[in-house]
Structures are given as structure tokens and as C-alpha cells.
């Protein structure tokens, strides 16, 4: 009986390790998304012919995100994550630094379909769905 009580435990224990920072690792093609910009209306991905890639390995992270084709953004930096909670302090960027140079999310991992939500306090000002990469 002990030896099934460990077994349960280190299987669930493995299957919470995949939804946390290694679930994320590899390369993610992005798929669609929404933010609030400065005037605050909401701007959905496609209106601006957004595109991206990220790739996160090891708890660094890359991306870069063109418009019709052109850059857009870009950076670089750390990563964390864990219950659900996905925390990104880029070290380089193209853009501006906000919130103390940190941007954390919530997130849900779904087969290869990873969605992030960035809020600031009850409203939410971000949204992106990001496919895995094959």
C-alpha cells in the first residue's frame, strides 16, 4: 500500500512538473492576441498583422514579433514558472520596460496550446494564444 501511495505521488508530482516550467520549453509560434494600448482601447493581434516566435528553454526566453512583416518587438531575459503563474523578466528589449521590468501572467496549458493573460488588477490588458512549434 505505501509503495502505491508513492507511486501515485511521484506520478502526480511528474504531471504537475509538466504543466510548469518545462511543460513551456521549446519553440511556440504565436496564434492571436489582444492589448489594451495607451489610449485604452482594445487592439486585437490581427489588425496589426502580428507575428511572432518564442522560444523558451532552461528559464531564458527569446521572441520577436514582426507586423505585415516588419519588426515589431523583440526581447530577451528570464522566466518562471509555476501554478499556473508565468513570470517573464526580460534582460533585453526593444521597447520600454514596464511594472519593474517583470510582466507576470496567468496561463493554461492545453495539448500544445498555450494562453497567457496579463492583468492589471481587475482588468485585463493583455492576451495571447501561442501554439507549439513542430
Known sequence: MLLRSFATA????????????????GAWQLQSGEFINPEGA???????KLAGTKILADGRF?????????????GSGT???????????PLMASYPLENG??????YTLEGDVWTLERWDG???VEREVWKRAR
Not at 527569446?62 to 523583440?74: E, I, N, Q, V
Not at 522566466?79 to 523578466?89: I, L
Not at 521590468?101 to 496567468?106: E, I, L, V
Open 122 to 124: 481587475e482588468r485585463r
Open 79 to 89: 522566466y518562471r514558472s509555476a501554478d499556473g503563474h508565468y513570470v517573464e523578466t
Open 42 to 48: 482594445v487592439v486585437d493581434y490581427a489588425s496589426q
Open 10 to 25: 511521484v506520478l502526480m508530482l511528474g504531471a504537475a512538473s509538466a504543466h510548469g516550467a518545462e511543460g513551456l520549453q
Open 101 to 106: 521590468g517583470s510582466y507576470s501572467f496567468r
Open 62 to 74: 527569446a521572441f520577436t514579433t514582426t507586423s505585415d512583416g516588419k519588426f515589431w518587438a523583440g
